[in-house]
């Protein structure tokens, strides 16, 4: 496992970021990253997947700055 940082931002009309999303990386699994919207909020998620598998586990979500 090796920790992992990644800095999201997005930009339609307007641009703007997330809290940084930490996590520990492990070889031979997928990380997805989503943007949300919910309860009139905005965040991403970080999903992890195995390479052989379909089913994705968020295992971290940061809210928008």
Partial sequence: ???AIVHATYS???AYGYAPLQFNASAG???????R???GRHYV???????TSEHEN?????DRH
């Fill in 12 to 14: 339609a009309w307007d």
């Fill in 1 to 3: 496992m090796k920790r």
């Fill in 37 to 39: 919207f919910s309860d």
């Fill in 45 to 51: 998620t970080l999903s992890e997947r195995e390479a």
């Fill in 58 to 62: 968020v295992i971290v979500r940061s």
């Fill in 29 to 35: 699994r997928r990380y997805i990253l989503r943007r």
